[in-house]
Nanobody, 124 residues
Framework: QVQLVESGGGSVQAGGSLRLSCAASGRPSSGRPLSMYAMGWFRQAPGKEREFVSSIRWSGGSTYYADSVTGRYTISRNIASNTIYLQMNSLKAEDTAVYYC????????????WGQGTQVTVSS
């Protein structure tokens, strides 16, 4: 079973920073090595739908961001440890949400493995 384990959430005042981590572990039921096309971060605020935040292609490292976080968030990866990070700066109250890590494996049409989520709370 492939698992994603997130960490780094917490509470911070507006203008502050947090860094989220997400580590992929395990082996697919097929027994083959984990093959990763992309990993990303999504978030869901109370009463709202889950929305895309940022993603990174595993091969090449191309990065993508939602307009709302561009210039404030930075996604990065560590290939050796199958880990991604989300550095969040200049946090705003509207960034408050549960942040989910997701993995899209090679051959999958969409993100097919999800983490349990980590709470980020920004107080104004």
């Amino acid at each position: 079973q492939v698992q994603l384990v997130e960490s780094g959430g917490g509470s911070v005042q507006a203008g502050g920073s947090l860094r989220l981590s997400c580590a992929a572990s395990g082996r697919p039921s097929s027994g083959r090595p984990l093959s990763m096309y992309a990993m990303g971060w999504f978030r869901q605020a109370p009463g709202k739908e889950r929305e895309f935040v940022s993603s990174i292609r595993w091969s090449g490292g191309s990065t993508y961001y939602a307009d709302s976080v561009t210039g404030r968030y930075t996604i990065s990866r560590n290939i050796a440890s199958n880990t991604i990070y989300l550095q969040m700066n200049s946090l705003k109250a509207e960034d408050t949400a549960v942040y989910y890590c997701a993995l899209q494996r090679i051959g999958a049409a969409k993100y097919d493995v999800w983490g349990q989520g980590t709470q980020v709370t920004v107080s104004s």
